[in-house]
Protein backbone atom coordinates (compact mmCIF):
# COMPACT_ATOMS: atom_id res chain seq x y z
CA UNK A 1 0.00 0.00 0.00
CA UNK A 2 1.57 3.75 -0.64
CA UNK A 3 -0.14 6.23 0.88
CA UNK A 4 0.54 10.00 -0.62
CA UNK A 5 3.64 9.19 -2.48
CA UNK A 6 5.79 8.94 1.06
CA UNK A 7 4.98 5.28 2.47
CA UNK A 8 4.66 1.92 1.79
CA UNK A 9 3.00 -0.16 4.30
CA UNK A 10 3.07 -3.70 3.99
CA UNK A 11 0.55 -5.86 6.34
CA UNK A 12 1.44 -9.53 6.91
CA UNK A 13 0.09 -12.59 9.12
CA UNK A 14 2.47 -15.33 8.46
CA UNK A 15 3.93 -17.32 11.10
CA UNK A 16 7.58 -15.83 11.17
CA UNK A 17 9.34 -12.90 9.31
CA UNK A 18 11.66 -14.09 7.12
CA UNK A 19 14.31 -12.04 5.64
CA UNK A 20 12.34 -12.16 1.98
CA UNK A 21 10.05 -9.98 3.31
CA UNK A 22 12.50 -7.17 3.99
CA UNK A 23 13.92 -7.58 0.57
CA UNK A 24 10.93 -7.05 -0.99
CA UNK A 25 9.89 -4.24 0.86
CA UNK A 26 13.40 -2.53 -0.07
CA UNK A 27 12.85 -3.15 -3.49
CA UNK A 28 9.09 -2.11 -3.64
CA UNK A 29 10.85 1.08 -2.12
CA UNK A 30 13.48 1.58 -4.53
CA UNK A 31 11.46 1.08 -7.56
CA UNK A 32 8.70 3.49 -5.96
CA UNK A 33 11.41 6.19 -4.98
CA UNK A 34 10.04 6.01 -1.88
CA UNK A 35 12.47 7.27 1.07
CA UNK A 36 10.10 5.10 4.72
CA UNK A 37 8.15 1.82 4.52
CA UNK A 38 6.65 0.07 7.39
CA UNK A 39 6.23 -3.98 7.82
CA UNK A 40 3.18 -4.47 10.42
CA UNK A 41 2.91 -8.26 11.61
CA UNK A 42 -0.37 -9.00 13.18
CA UNK A 43 0.68 -12.51 14.46
CA UNK A 44 2.29 -10.07 17.50
CA UNK A 45 0.28 -10.10 20.96
CA UNK A 46 1.75 -6.07 21.22
CA UNK A 47 1.60 -4.19 17.71
CA UNK A 48 4.45 -2.51 19.10
CA UNK A 49 6.48 -5.31 18.76
CA UNK A 50 4.47 -5.99 15.35
CA UNK A 51 6.16 -2.89 13.02
CA UNK A 52 9.03 -2.68 11.99
CA UNK A 53 10.21 0.46 10.40
CA UNK A 54 12.61 0.52 6.90
CA UNK A 55 14.62 3.52 5.53
CA UNK A 56 16.55 4.01 2.23
Keep these: ?9 ELKSVEAIKPIYEAQRL ?3 KLA ?4 GLLIH ?11 RFVL
Design 1 to 9: MLVENQLIV
Design 27 to 29: TYM
Design 33 to 36: DVKI
Design 42 to 52: FNYTRLKDAIK
